[in-house]
T-cell receptor, first 117, second 110 residues
Framework: GAVVSQHPSWVICKSGTSVKIECRSL??????MFWYRQFPKQSLMLMAT?????????EQGVEKDKFLINHASLTLSTLTVTSAHPEDSSFYIC?????????????FGPGTRLTVT | EDQVTQSPEALRLQEGESSSLNCSYT??????LFWYRQDPGKGPEFLFT???AGEEKEKERLKATLTKKESFLHITAPKPEDSATYLC???????????FGGGTRLMVKP
């Protein structure tokens, strides 16, 4: 199997505070994880690529100082939304890359609903 | 630039009415084409990976096929529980990133 978990599944925070979201690969090791954002009735938008032991690679237009990514182990990546504002409210989804004999597939977590008030 | 276009955007079917979803793509060297199912408020669930033209894969009522320009997801005799958004994505040989299409929202009425 290939199971990816996220915690929390939903969070409500006040404007100006920071929120940390965890992404874990439960039954495989993942040197690469990805963070996506999804708005209602839209497809997934890649925010950044997280590599274990190195700095994350951010997509154009994504503020790296606002969305801090840490990939400290082969099974855990975290996304911290710093000084959150209402416009950061969204559905955040992570995925973990599982590779085996040259075949690489992304498995997704269940998502985290962030609401900033 | 890699591009993925899915059609139709939305599809309403009666239970038992078979149909196909289309995914057209352009990519600089295809490593793999992926199909996912996403239910509201949840993360995408992996369905299939296709690697080369002519390849087909099946899972229950779903069958995915691949040509050099597009992929089809055939749904045979769908049931209401097949209602979901189906996402198509391509992975280029140059990296591990996925480029997603806009999705097809499938609604199956009993």
């Amino acid at each position: 199997g290939a199971v990816v978990s996220q915690h929390p599944s939903w969070v409500i925070c006040k404007s100006g505070t920071s929120v940390k979201i965890e992404c874990r690969s439960l039954d495989f090791q993942a040197t690469t994880m990805f963070w996506y954002r999804q708005f209602p009735k839209q497809s997934l938008m890649l925010m950044a690529t997280s590599n274990e032991g190195s700095k994350a690679t951010y997509e154009q237009g994504v503020e790296k100082d606002k969305f801090l990514i840490n990939h400290a182990s082969l099974t855990l990546s975290t996304l911290t939304v710093t000084s959150a504002h209402p416009e950061d409210s969204s559905f955040y989804i992570c995925s973990a890359l599982k590779g085996d004999r040259g075949i690489y597939e992304q498995y997704f977590g269940p998502g985290t609903r962030l609401t900033v008030t | 630039e890699d591009q993925v276009t899915q059609s139709p955007e939305a599809l309403r079917l009666q239970e038992g009415e078979s149909s196909s979803l289309n995914c057209s793509y352009t990519v600089s060297g295809l490593r793999g084409l992926f199909w996912y199912r996403q239910d509201p408020g949840k993360g995408p669930e992996f369905l299939f990976t296709l690697y080369s033209a002519g390849e087909e894969k099946e899972k229950e009522r779903l069958k995915a096929t691949l040509t050099k320009k597009e992929s089809f997801l055939h749904i045979t005799a769908p049931k209401p529980e097949d209602s979901a958004t189906y996402l198509c994505a391509v992975q280029a040989k140059a990296g591990n990133m996925l480029t997603f299409g806009g999705g097809t929202r499938l609604m199956v009425k009993p």
